[in-house]
């Protein structure tokens, strides 16, 4: 679990190994209630390569759900990886929303405020520390302590960054290429009316 860009993406890749998979934004793609995802989940077990011993999911939307999840899941174990909120809204913005920007800075704040209520037996982990080999390793250990470490693989890993094809998840919301790019220039639109008028600097004391 965790805001909008703190690395959902990342782990899920990160996560899926030989003899696991995990995946990413169940909720938009496959499912709306926990019932719905463990029955995604138990569909998937039956298609997955033999040898998967681990399902698991990596994906912002599950702390509105964290109850749920946990009713529908009682032997799973819960991880939050916990970034500043402005930071994540701000990398949201940058990275290009699909949804109003006031629609998402509210949602983010809902979601953060409800990560806050999360139990003690959930594990967590600063953003910033997923570059940590330390801490990545910690929280793989809580995790899924039966698959070891692979250092080489965090080595290339740490090294890039994993992030949404912004159209594809737009039309996965309903929402067209074209509603996006207008949505985007609106955005700047709209900054641009907001910015202060720039005020000349005074000069020789004046």
Known sequence: MGLPRSRTAWLAN?????????LHDVWHRHATTAKGVKAYLRKLGHEAPSGTTHL??????S???FDELEAEFPAARFALVERDLNDAIEAACK??????KEDLIERMANLHLEHRYLPEGVHRIGFEELGDRA???ALQQFLVPEIPFNFRRFALLDEMRVIIHEEKYALRLNITPAQVRERERSERARARKEK????PLNRGGQ
């Open 14 to 22: 990160w996560f899926t190994t030989g003899t696991s998979f995990c």
């Open 95 to 100: 990275l290009g929303i699909v949804i109003p």
């Open 196 to 199: 202060p008028p720039t005020t």
């Open 63 to 65: 702390g509105h759900y």
């Open 56 to 61: 698991g999911l990596s994906d912002s939307c």
């Open 135 to 137: 801490r990545l390793a």
